[in-house]
């Protein structure tokens, strides 16, 4: 075996008679693994710290007066192991142990949810003796206990490797599960006032060793050798985590997470676990629509097809500028490239978007730069000594990045930084926080160095420190991250929250913005586009969503077609989308689901495929494209989002160059990201914060990760986790308003109200009122004006009064 390059920092030690060389510090267990020698356990996991619970991986050492556990002791200098495979000593004790575990373990693999994927029934059938000699009645226990609403412990079967509660209490922070009582009587449990709530609750399912703990959806649905196992990617946020979807008879049963060290690791989050109901739910658009006397009427593909190109002829024929396209990120990277090529090529236009919030002023050089740049990957979050985060909460918005960070917390002590007005959920593990106004992040990144405080000493010091910008972060606060982490030697990342955010924009689907991170303000960049394309495109920039919204509720758009975006609940602006949509003339809709935007306002409807339905590729925030496979069969009448502009593209006497897949991404590889980045804008001077009327509080809405969002549509047991909507408040601001913490309070704002239970603490900035997007009836953004922003009033409710 080839030893590693520095041997300083290296053990040589035999095992079974050969000798390897490994880092100093490993495990034997994991040495042993080098050859290929997998030494039977329960409690070990790789991600995890070693506990030496289950007592199955004992092997012999020379020199040690009995058996070892491998999976505790670190490698020494010509140490001489012997595994099972050499030392009857290990492999007697091995079977001791088995036959312990199996004396109240019940024998009915083919009723167990595990059965066919067990390592205990695989080691058993390995390791363990074909008999038992235990004769007396098994432990029984009442069953299945809801630890959560979407997990259920068998607790007869739990071997108590504490690998469940080690995960919840050292990779997702939530603590809530524990092994109680003490020797035959220790078991898997919650306290009965802290129910297990976490967004990573999922992965207790899969580490399980056995089938103590299992999945409300999937128990007794399937088994591992009836079903086909496809991999994918996960589309519900940025994160870009590998998934194995399983399906059976065309359905699916479950998602797991596929192991991806770079990536998402052995985790994922539940939204992407357990959230794919929505393929089969009630609201799934299965057939082409046309809106009639009756409402919304089945129609074949001819006749929607024809009927959007021949009112977008119409539009052409009434003068520029009265079609738009606006799209959402959930787009697969074909498919954005797609409806870029078909906007400029077809429709001759730059009027297409494919955000839901209103960009800030100079974001398009912002993100074009971007692109192209060498910014912050998982792994640097892990490594980074500071980690700073800016208008970012990273556990709702991008959960596997928030275990990144919480592994560099835990790790190496990284110390987090939080830029913004908000704490959210970093406010346990933060070092330091910079408060600021809504808006004024970038103005509080330039002058973290510029103060001799404890955050530039830590800037300055040894390491690489990352800086994290969200979507929240006010103008020009990519631009100063990237200033700031290149001062310190670092990198800087932006992260948006929704999938293939980061995809979209590479390819082009943004007014002024085009393939590659090139811009359409540029000659060189437009004529590299040009001669793949073979045309000439507009030399102006187009309109994006907040201009696209404002001349369609003036009247200046007659056609607008919406691409997988839901405008009603997710617009940075509500009213002003309602306003737009009821002024159009025809509001084509092709989506997933029968959202409020398509059931109310739309005039012809487009059913999709969704991500497990097809093939394509994501590209998440770090900027790494990966690819998914097809799992199941969409609605036979469904088709793929650039499948549907293709058609689109060609009854208007247009032809996009592409008629499958391949030709799609060789097509899109030679717009492959610009050679040489373009340089990061000048940093523009701080904008002051607006300062919120008497009595008024500036709103800030930021995402929860469960939310009424229609990709959650029929996913009740995931639902039934969701945190509670809040209003975070400061206590000054609270205070003030006779408002204590546990109010019901009323929010007004733009002529709506909204009304929430009051969270009082320091975590929020003087001034501002935060409120979760798309968790209430009424979204929060409908208290915002026209512009996206906005002043709201909060008032404390009075209490109901006894009944008589």
């Known amino acids: 075996m080839t030893a590693p390059e520095n041997p300083v920092d290296t053990v040589t030690l035999t095992i079974d008679g050969q000798e390897v060389t490994v880092p100093k510090g490993t495990l034997i267990i994991r040495a042993a693994e080098q050859l290929g020698t997998i030494v039977p356990r329960f409690c070990d996991h790789p991600l995890l710290d070693p506990v030496g619970a289950c007592r199955q991986c004992v092997v012999e050492v020379e020199g040690q007066r009995k058996p070892v556990m491998s999976c505790t002791m670190p490698v020494a200098p010509d ?60 432990r029984r226990y009442s069953k299945p206990v809801a630890v959560s609403s979407q997990i259920l412990l068998d607790r007869e079967r739990c071997v108590l490797c504490a690998r469940c509660t080690r995960f919840s209490e050292q990779v997702s922070g939530d603590p809530f599960i524990e092994l109680f009582e003490r020797g035959a009587l220790e078991q898997v449990a919650i306290y009965e006032d802290e129910p297990y709530e976490s967004y990573f609750s999922g992965n207790v399912i899969q580490i399980c060793p056995v089938g103590a703990l299992t999945s409300a959806g999937y128990r007794f649905k399937a088994r591992p050798f009836d079903v086909v196992t496809t991999p994918s990617v996960c589309d519900h946020c940025s994160a870009g985590c590998t998934l194995t979807v399983q399906s059976r008879r065309g359905e699916i049963q479950r998602q797991l997470a596929r192991t991806n060290m770079a990536v998402n690791e052995a985790w994922n989050c539940d939204k992407g ?251 060189a960049d437009r004529a590299e586009v040009e001669q793949v394309w073979g045309v000439d495109l507009p030399a102006e920039r187009g309109r994006d969503l ?125 717009l492959g990201v610009r050679e040489t980045p373009h340089a990061w804008p000048d940093a523009a001077a701080a904008t002051p914060a607006e300062e919120a009327e008497d009595g008024g509080l500036r709103l800030v809405v930021r995402p929860l990760l469960l939310d009424r969002g229609s990709m959650l549509t029929g996913a009740s047991e995931l639902l039934a986790t969701a945190r509670t909507p809040v209003v975070d408040l400061n206590t000054a601001d609270a205070a003030s308003s006779g408002i204590t913490d546990g109010d019901e309070v009323e929010l007004s704002g733009a002529g709506n109200t909204l009304r929430l239970v009051a969270r009082v603490g320091h975590d929020v900035v003087p001034g501002v009122a935060v409120v979760p997007a798309n968790s209430t009836d009424v979204p929060a953004a409908a208290l915002l004006g026209a512009d996206g922003a906005g002043v709201v009033t909060v008032s404390a409710l009075e209490p109901a009064g006894d009944p008589a």
């Open 79 to 138: 140490m001489v192991v012997k595994t099972h495979l050499s030392s009857d000593m290990a492999k007697k004790a091995q079977e001791g142990t088995l036959e312990f575990l199996l004396i109240n373990h019940p024998l009915d693999c083919p009723m167990c949810d595990k059965g066919g994927e067990c390592p205990l029934q695989d080691q058993a059938l390995a390791h363990g003796a074909n008999i038992s000699r235990f004769v007396d009645q098994k």
């Open 273 to 523: 676990r357990f959230g794919y109901a929505h393929l089969t739910s009630e609201l799934r658009i299965a057939e082409p629509k046309l809106r009639g006397t009756d409402g919304l009427e089945k129609a074949s593909w001819s006749d929607v097809l024809l009927r959007v190109t021949g009112a977008i002829q119409e539009a052409r024929d009434a003068g520029p500028g009265r079609v738009a396209v606006v799209a959402g990120s959930r787009l697969a990277d074909e498919d954005a490239y797609a409806v870029a090529k078909y906007v400029r090529t077809v429709l001759h236009s730059d009027d297409l978007d494919h955000r839901t919030r209103f960009a800030a002023p100079g974001e398009d050089a912002e993100l074009t730069a971007l692109v192209g740049h060498e910014t912050a990957e998982y792994r640097d979050v892990e490594d980074a000594p500071v980690i700073v985060v800016a208008g970012l909460d990273p556990e709702e918005e991008v959960p596997i990045l928030h275990l990144r960070i919480r592994k560099a917390w835990r790790a190496h002590k990284a110390r987090i930084v939080v830029v913004g007005p908000h704490l959210g959920t970093l406010a346990d593990i933060a070092w330091r926080r910079v408060p600021t106004a809504p808006g004024d992040e970038a103005a509080a990144l330039r002058a973290l160095l510029d103060d001799d405080g404890e955050v530039a000493e830590a800037l300055r010091g040894e390491g690489a420190p990352v800086v994290l910008v969200g979507e929240r972060a006010g103008a020009g606060s990519v631009t100063a991250g990237a200033a700031l982490a290149d001062a310190v030697g670092g990198k800087m990342a932006w992260v948006p929250r929704r999938a293939n955010a980061r995809g979209c924009l590479e390819a082009g689907l943004a007014a002024g913005i085009l393939p590659g991170g090139r811009r359409l303000d540029d000659a």
């Open 546 to 670: 907040h201009q696209i919204l404002t001349d369609a509720a003036a009247g200046r758009i007659d056609v607008l077609h919406l691409i997988g975006v839901d405008l009603v609940r997710d617009c940075a602006s509500p009213d002003l989308a309602r306003r737009a949509l009821e002024k159009v003339k025809l509001v084509v809709a092709q989506d997933l689901a029968a959202t409020e935007t398509v059931s109310g306002f739309a005039d012809v409807v487009l059913p999709a495929t969704g991500t497990q339905e097809r093939f394509g590729s994501q590209t998440n925030w770090e900027g790494r494209t990966q690819r998914f496979a097809k799992a199941v069969d969409g609605p036979v009448l469904a088709q793929e989002d650039w499948e549907i502009v293709v058609q689109l593209a060609a009854l208007l006497g247009e032809d996009l160059g592409f008629s499958d897949l391949e030709q799609l991404r060789a097509e899109l590889a030679r």
